[in-house]
């Protein structure tokens, strides 16, 4: 008996060990942002008294994809010059939080790293100008140092406004810049815009049409490959600067943009997106005014549950079927979308139809009309986090 349990504890506790072996490989690391605890769905102020600090503006925000390396922004209250601050993880402790060495001393905005960390974007006031005008730069990192900054050449610089900056995977830049303004009086508003490389040139400048409007856009943020933007527009004088989310469709096509929940958009300014590589936390800046002007700049974040939300990828268009003729149609499995839920619940208003199934399963829709007319399906698209989407899409029946 002795002799079989000692044989049994040879076999039993080498196998635990594998076990407790491979789960602990299995268990992915915790990205850090700074020794900071996450965030729910409600922004809180990012490193409060460390990055946050009260009395200071802060402003734009923006981590390395390994989340080792953080930059950030800050403007003087008087003159309104900025400077970039810079923590790096070095084995596992972050430097002190401190002015980013390679730009001391100039006048700059805006930090964002490039996805591969590589690089740096950023605003510089144009040197002498003084007329609030900023040109986009970027610093490179070359074996692990960073090397001498460079203005990028026309056109993404101009003689107008260039603000902020952020580049996609294939190192298309998106920015935002009041260059549609030259030549119009008493026109300040910017406009969103893109520039791809070609070759390892920029050689020509777009804007982005689906997102202009009579108002401001700026601050925006491009997700590495491409398929959400998030900028901040002036929305009127109650909510004053809020943030708003395209996404891009099968026909890399811009929809029209939403206004970001209102768990996360406030009565003050909010601006200067930033989302973490895994799209798990959105980080943004939120600006007080009072009557004599700023009077508090803060970075926050917020988990992204509220963030994205369910939008057509693959629309349908418009149904016609003969009265008589039965109804088989198959909807593509991309029909919706979703950035951070692979496993939407899809449903359509099939009851308010007698003659109407809908296999969600299968995106199957049947039936056989039973009288003539024009109707409109409704499908709604439900995330995970209960984010709802619907689309309208009108079915004709005729003889």
């Keep these: 008996m002795i002799q079989n349990r000692n044989t049994m504890n040879k076999i039993v506790i080498p196998l635990l060990l594998i076990l407790g072996i491979f789960s602990c490989k299995q268990k992915p690391d915790l990205a850090d942002y700074f020794g900071q605890t996450y965030p729910d769905s409600i922004p809180v102020i990012f490193a409060p008294d460390i ?45 002190e939080v401190m002015v980013f060495e390679p730009l001391k001393n100039e006048s700059v905005f805006l930090p964002y790293f490039s996805p591969n960390g590589k690089s740096l974007l950023y605003a510089k006031e144009n040197s002498g100008a003084n007329d609030g005008n900023t040109d986009i730069w970027m610093i490179k990192k070359v074996n692990d140092k960073w090397d001498i900054p460079k203005k990028m050449n026309p056109p993404l610089s101009s003689l107008s406004r260039e603000a902020n900056a952020c580049m996609t995977y294939d190192e298309t830049i998106y920015f935002s810049s009041n260059r549609n303004c030259i030549g119009k009086e008493n026109c300040y508003t910017a406009d969103l815009f893109y520039s791809k490389s070609i070759n390892n040139q920029y050689q020509n400048v777009k804007v ?6 009579p108002n401001d856009e700026e601050s925006i943020f491009i997700s590495p490959n491409e398929d959400y933007i998030i900028f901040c527009r002036y929305t009127d004088n109650k909510t004053w600067m809020d943030l708003y989310i395209s996404y891009r469709d099968y026909n890399n096509i811009w ?3 939403q206004m970001l929940d209102s768990t996360i958009n406030s009565k003050d300014w909010d601006r200067r997106p930033f989302v973490s590589i895994d799209n798990n936390f959105l980080f943004f800046t939120r600006l007080q005014f009072g009557e004599k002007g700023l009077i508090e700049s803060d970075i926050y974040w917020v988990k992204t549950s509220k963030l994205f939300k369910p ?21 593509p499995k991309d029909y919706f979308k979703d950035i951070d839920d692979e496993q939407l619940t899809l449903s359509v208003n ?36 209960l984010n709802i989407t619907e689309n309208k899409v009108k079915i004709t029946v005729k003889k």
């Excluded at 982005?208 to 409007?213: A, G, L, M, P, R």
């Excluded at 007319?373 to 698209?381: N, P, R």
């Design 311 to 331: 939008f057509v990828y693959k629309p349908i268009p418009d149904i016609v079927v003969q009265f008589g003729e039965k109804l088989d149609m198959t909807l």
């Design 51 to 95: 990055v946050s600090i009260k009395g200071r503006f802060e402003q734009g925000i923006s981590f390395t994809p390994d989340t080792r390396e953080f930059a950030f922004g800050t403007l003087n209250s008087t003159d309104f010059s900025g400077e970039i601050y810079h923590s790096k993880k070095i084995d596992n402790d972050w430097t």
């Design 350 to 385: 099939e009851n308010e139809f007698d003659w109407l199934e809908f296999d969600s399963k299968q995106m199957k829709l049947s039936g056989l009309p039973t009288k003539e007319g024009d109707f409109e399906l409704v499908f709604t698209a439900t995330d995970k986090f």
């Design 208 to 213: 982005i049409s689906e997102c202009s409007s």
């Design 255 to 257: 929809l029209e943009p």
